[in-house]
């Protein structure tokens, strides 16, 4: 299985544009990126996942590198209730493998 | 809809005993986890199940069993509960295989004395 990379945290000024690396350079070509975040003890909430192209959702932006050995996830305007974990993840065809994640502060 | 639920929510047990967690979904979805987070720590997979009556092992099924005897219901059992089984346990459930997002439980927080 793929293992990605991931700062142990991060701060962000409320209404900045949080920007979250990752590196998953062993990932295959069938292999698809997923982001997650956990709040507080809640169970994770899926954020957006990606193959190849760029993605957007209402939540957040996925940047994926052209060669796939690492990934952005942007929240273009961070709030205070988007401080949490979030989990970089290279999904195998059945399940994921959740890493430690980098823990987001957002600060006013 | 409830989606993901998670029977009991809180649970202390005495070491060597037994208890099961009963995870139940309500969105016809064909696979089913339980994964286990320890404190400070990301998510560990335990067992999961691609359909009803399969199950297969994950990062860490060791002193775990599952059954999946209906769709809905995903049961992870500890036979004889130890310390180390002290965690917060999360069911998940997806569609099948694909790009296909896994929605979450709330959690059981267990602790065994």
């Known amino acids: 299985d793929a293992k990605t990379t991931q700062p142990t945290s991060m701060d962000c000024a409320e209404g900045r544009a949080a920007n979250l690396p990752c590196n998953h350079s062993?990932?295959?070509?069938?292999?698809?990126v997923y982001w997650y975040r956990q709040i507080h003890s809640q169970g994770p909430q899926y954020i957006i996942h990606?193959?190849?192209n760029n993605e957007t959702n209402e939540m957040a932006s996925l940047i994926i590198t052209e060669d796939r050995k690492s990934s952005t996830l942007i929240l273009p305007h961070a709030t205070l209730r988007d401080t949490a974990v979030y989990y970089c993840?290279?999904?195998?065809?059945?399940?994921?493998?959740f890493g430690t994640g980098t823990r987001l502060q957002v600060f006013p | 809809n409830a989606g993901v639920t998670q029977t009991p929510k809180f649970r202390v047990l005495k070491t060597g005993q037994s208890m099961t967690l009963l995870c139940a979904q309500d969105?016809?979805?064909?696979?089913m986890y339980w994964y286990r987070q320890d404190p400070g720590m990301g998510l560990r997979l335990i067992h999961y199940?691609?359909?009803?009556?399969?199950?297969a092992k994950g990062e860490v099924p060791d002193g775990y069993n599952v059954s999946r005897l209906k769709k809905q219901n995903f049961l992870l059992g500890l036979e004889s509960a130890a310390p180390s089984q002290t965690s917060v346990y999360f069911c998940?459930?997806?569609?099948?295989?694909?790009?296909?997002?896994?929605?979450f439980g709330p959690g059981t927080r267990l602790t065994v004395t």
């Open positions: 998940a459930s997806s569609l099948p295989r694909g790009p296909y997002e896994q929605y």
């Open positions: 062993t990932i295959s070509g069938n292999e698809y």
């Open positions: 990606g193959l190849k």
């Open positions: 993840i290279v999904r195998t065809p059945d399940k994921l493998i």
């Open positions: 969105m016809n979805h064909e696979y």
């Open positions: 199940s691609v359909g009803e009556g399969t199950t």
